[in-house]
């Protein structure tokens, strides 16, 4: 029983050096040993040959994909970033945007109610302008009042401004106006003008006062008659005529304008206007050219142009009584002026 109790306590004490022992070794059969070793021994062998040149830049490779895909991740989280800023500023710039655009709507309205309100300010001042001329038309046509005006001294002012005036409406002229109201304002404000200038030259002081010193005026008058297109605005022609006309009564006034190279190119288109008034009024300009013998000698041979008298003589079929009448004397007179330069060439 000793022995018993004394090969258990044996037993006992073997399994306790075990559990004691068996963190540090590790009990393997000989056999499974040696077959590890050969499998190591193996792998040492084919490891190589399975690890080439391929796998390994394959796996070179990969880490630079790797490489590429952390820095795009980075790259891209700046785009984010500043496709962030730049959507702020987009956000930001069409606020401001839509801003201006109001305020540019409020402007344009502003602009049209300014654009109304100068426009009914222009009818005003048109109607106004038209009325002041037209008592001053009314009031021209005494000759008292014209040689107060030249004592005033503001006469020269006006007249400047009337020159002004009429030629800035002139040139505004073109083919569509044949067909406007010539009763509007603005051509009845341009017809008081013109009708107070052809006033102020109908009396004598008035005239002196235009043939010395409104030479600028005389000059405008002339060149808007040739800028006017034929047909267009016929009263107001037929009123600037007469405003010649009236100054070439004086004979300084009449040296002064026939010394201007276009007067008698203007008379021969006017002949040709269409409008019997202002054949009328031009041919009694070309009267008064025709009666003064310093401007005959002046003008030569143009005052015997043939294309001038076959316009003349054209008038002298016409049906208004006083139109015919008055070419038939210009006519005689042109007739006249021909034959005396041929007596004088022939005594010659």
């Given at each position: 029983?000793?022995?018993?109790?004394?090969?258990?306590?044996?037993?006992?004490?073997?399994?306790?050096?075990?559990?004691?022992?068996?963190?540090?070794?590790?009990?393997?059969?000989?056999?499974?040993?040696?077959?590890?070793?050969?499998?190591?021994?193996?792998?040492?062998?084919?490891?190589?040959?399975?690890?080439?040149?391929?796998?390994?830049?394959?796996?070179?490779?990969?880490?630079?994909?790797?490489?590429?895909?952390?820095?795009?991740?980075?790259?891209?989280?700046?785009?984010?970033?500043?496709?962030?800023?730049?959507?702020?500023?987009?956000?930001?710039?069409?606020?401001?945007?839509?801003?201006?655009?109001?305020?540019?709507?409020?402007?344009?309205?502003?602009?049209?109610?300014?654009?109304?309100?100068?426009?009914?300010?222009?009818?005003?001042?048109?109607?106004?302008?038209?009325?002041?001329?037209?008592?001053?038309?009314?009031?021209?046509?005494?000759?008292?009042?014209?040689?107060?005006?030249?004592?005033?001294?503001?006469?020269?002012?006006?007249?400047?401004?009337?020159?002004?005036?009429?030629?800035?409406?002139?040139?505004?002229?073109?083919?569509?106006?044949k067909t406007e109201d010539h009763n509007s304002q603005d051509h009845q404000f341009?017809?008081?003008?013109?009708?107070?200038?052809?006033?102020?030259?109908?009396?004598?002081?008035?005239?002196?006062?235009?043939?010395?010193?409104?030479?600028?005026?005389?000059?405008?008058?002339?060149?808007?008659?040739?800028?006017?297109?034929?047909?267009?605005?016929?009263?107001?022609?037929?009123?600037?005529?007469?405003?010649?006309?009236?100054?070439?009564?004086?004979?300084?006034?009449?040296?002064?304008?026939?010394?201007?190279?276009?007067?008698?190119?203007?008379?021969?288109?006017?002949?040709?206007?269409?409008?019997?008034?202002?054949?009328?009024?031009?041919?009694?300009?070309?009267?008064?050219?025709?009666?003064?013998?310093?401007?005959?000698?002046?003008?030569?041979?143009?005052?015997?142009?043939?294309?001038?008298?076959?316009?003349?003589?054209?008038?002298?079929?016409?049906?208004?009584?006083?139109?015919?009448?008055?070419?038939?004397?210009?006519?005689?007179?042109?007739?006249?002026?021909?034959?005396?330069?041929?007596?004088?060439?022939?005594?010659?």
């Amino acid at each position: 029983m000793s022995a018993s109790l004394l090969g258990g306590k044996s037993l006992a004490l073997g399994h306790g050096a075990q559990v004691k022992t068996q963190d540090e070794f590790v009990r393997v059969r000989k056999r499974d040993l040696e077959k590890l070793t050969t499998e190591v021994m193996q792998l040492r062998e084919f490891l190589p040959r399975v690890l080439n040149g391929d796998l390994i830049e394959m796996l070179h490779k990969a880490r630079a994909a790797q490489t590429m895909r952390e820095r795009l991740a980075v790259e891209q989280e700046q785009l984010q970033q500043e496709c962030l800023h730049l959507q702020s500023r987009l956000d930001a710039v069409q606020i401001e945007c839509q801003k201006e655009r109001e305020e540019k709507l409020l402007l344009r309205e502003q602009l049209w109610q300014s654009g109304a309100e100068l426009q009914q300010q222009a009818d005003f001042c048109s109607g106004l302008g038209s009325a002041a001329c037209s008592l001053l038309w009314s009031c021209s046509a005494k000759e008292d009042t014209v040689a107060h005006w030249l004592v005033d001294g503001k006469l020269h002012s006006f007249l400047t401004l009337a020159a002004q005036t009429l030629e800035s409406f002139v040139r505004s002229l073109d083919e569509e106006m044949k067909t406007e109201d010539h009763n509007s304002q603005d051509h009845q404000f341009v017809l008081a003008l013109a009708g107070t200038i052809t006033n102020i030259a109908a009396v004598a002081c008035g005239r002196d006062f235009l043939s010395s010193s409104a030479h600028v005026l005389l000059d405008t008058l002339t060149k808007l008659l040739e800028l006017m297109k034929p047909g267009v605005f016929p009263k107001l022609k037929v009123l600037m005529l007469m405003a010649l006309y009236n100054v070439s009564i004086s004979v300084k006034g009449l040296k002064y304008i026939s010394e201007n190279p276009g007067l008698l190119p203007l008379i021969s288109t006017l002949l040709d206007d269409g409008d019997w008034e202002v054949c009328l009024h031009s041919l009694r300009l070309l009267q008064s050219v025709l009666l003064e013998e310093d401007v005959l000698l002046l003008l030569g041979s143009s005052l015997l142009d043939p294309d001038l008298r076959a316009r003349v003589s054209r008038l002298t079929s016409k049906v208004q009584p006083s139109l015919r009448l008055a070419a038939q004397q210009t006519l005689e007179d042109l007739n006249a002026l021909q034959q005396g330069r041929g007596c004088k060439q022939s005594s010659l």
